[in-house]
């Protein structure tokens, strides 16, 4: 266990333990391969890859830590290490520290049963074995292969009693403990160990009793040759009616050893009992399900901690503004030009809880696997990057405008050997939320299962970059866990990667609803600039302020068809009718005769650049497919990539949205689209770089405020000025 005393209810780690393959090892191994990064973290190329690697190592040694107690576990289904008799066999050089083939019988026949070949016995072995395993025909016959059987999976509230639930003082009914090794020390004779023999450490075992109490002799015939057996119910107080796959002639009744004639005959002496391969064979018979149960019931224990993930309920995980200036580094991750830093993503909320099932020991009631005060929370995102990606998104996967039902034109991006996906995964790792009590984290006590809580996960010093493909939301929670002290939950969500939703000034058309779709502006639907700008996310009776460009901010939102782009994680759809919502609000300084712009408002499902695998070959990354979030291909091996769009020969975003006036009276609206016939095509816009995202301010979030109507009379000239300019064709 790696524990100073694996019987003692103190949770007390061996500091100067050599084995470092130890359930401890196993539990904090697991916890570096959610979350382990290296002060080298995306400075190159090769420290992301070593990263990624080491990830998979610490995966490794999990597994192999936990492998090797569930070794030690499963070595306990054998009496004679429950019972602690001697059967060893050493090796040709030690030949005489050998333990005489019949103390070493059960691991010997057992082996057989299995690999059916005598011959990978040791060699002194071979002919004593072919004797034993030949019948009265004198052939060779070896027992079938040991039974899986379907022995009910345990539970047990710590990893030591599915060893042994014995006290530590000792002094219970060693007839009602439930560990493996209770059960196969308490219930066989082996043959060092028989009826009343010591064993290495000189002790008596006291069951089965030395007077055979309980004990039933049954007449057998084996090879031709009678025998006396004795056999009996062993106490099995996990699952006492199970039906185990004994020889016929015993009855259900697990066979103990052989007696001889002249042993029963001898009243003035204990029974001798002989334990032979036959019964070591209904031994392993008996034994074997059980081990696997065992085995199965400790890795549900292992991974037990379940969370669960939640998107807040305006459905939205983060928020970035895509026009912060950056810049893409050779290793392709997005640098902010100001302080260098990775850029992206830089708070997540979601809401989560404790899911993890409460445990039932058998015979007992259930045990809630709740939290504790002192443990720790982790957000922890997975992905792969584009490494095509450019600010101006000129690296991206575009697709032109069509008159539906006809699709755009689909643009590959050039971008050299990079390639549109890291071969290596990468990660963000938040910083950590203090667990103050099970209040902090709820759940673990069954149905009916509380509400989640939301969370606000700080990323800033490790950002979700705004390239990331392949994207994954993980919530680790490392501490108490029920009875446990040093456990780990985990809770991970499918997530859709990042959807840049794109406003831009579009005044010189507007959409008229009663000769659709689109005219060049007048007086009464005039050229204006932008001066404030409110994105908000979430349904219309809960609306949350994500983004916004307002006073005092020097200058305009949007104007000479400048964009707004806002980049958010979203939950993946349920159904194509699962969408989220954003409102966008423009405000113009100098109301136009129609007042102000109708409020915009889109819905979508989100943008997804995913594969199927975690590796896939250059032939599926060079074919992307397209439009996957209404229906997921078939093949076996797929890469998703749905486009960006270009309008007006704008590279613009995921989703988009001109800025425009519009005939209709409605108090928001969604245009269609803007078609291709406007002109002139200003080719490039002027993102916005500043503005505020509200999404990642402290606390909870608030509700969309009222949009400003007027400025002070010298901005007003400033953008009167700019609209004439603009309606001559000056850009100022």
Known sequence: MGVTDALSPTYSPLLTRDNHFTWIDARRAYFKALTYQTNAATQSSTADEFESEARLFFLATTTKALGQVMHILQDGSQPQHARIDRHNHSNVTWDFLNAELPRRLMEVSTNIRITRDINLSPLDDREPLRAMFTNEFGNIELAGLPPVGNYPIPQFTTPRRFFTTRDQAGGDDFNQRKGLIDYANRGFFTEGTANGARNLKLRVMPSPPINLA???????IDRGRS???????APDSVS???VDALDSVYA???PLGQVTLRSIMNESQPLKVTVRDRHLRNHANVLIPRAIAYSAGLINYFFRGTLEIEPIDQKVFAVANQGEPHTIDAAGWPRKTAGGGVFGFEKVRLKVRNITDPVTEPGGTAVSQSVAAGGQLYAVARYHRNLCYKANLSGELTQTFATPPLVGVITEPTCGALGPRTVFQ?????????????????????TPLPMGVEKTFDFINDPIPINATDLILQVVYRGTLGDEAESVALGMLDVREPTIMTFWENTDYFLDTTTPPWRTFNPTYPLKPIRYFRFCIGPSADERLGYWFASPTPGNAMTNYGSTRIAVIVPKPTSPTDTFRVKATP??????????IRPLELTSVGRIAQSNREFISTATEANPQADC???LPST???????PLQRRRQVMLGSRLQPVAWVTSAASTFNTPDVGVSMSPDPQSTLVQPLGEVRFNDAGALVSCPTPPEAEKASSIELNELEEVARSLGIKL
């Open 426 to 446: 990468d990660i963000s790792v938040s910083e950590p939320i203090s667990i103050n009590g099970v209040g902090d984290l709820p759940g673990g006590a069954g």
């Open 240 to 242: 006492p009616g199970y």
């Open 629 to 631: 979030s209404n229906l």
């Open 587 to 596: 405000v113009i300084n100098t109301p136009g005769p129609m007042g102000q």
């Open 227 to 233: 025998f006396i057996d004795i056999a009996w119910n």
């Open 252 to 254: 259900g009744k697990v």
């Open 214 to 220: 309980g004990t039933q002799e049954i007449p057998v």
């Open 636 to 642: 076996e091996e797929y890469w998703c990539n749905d």
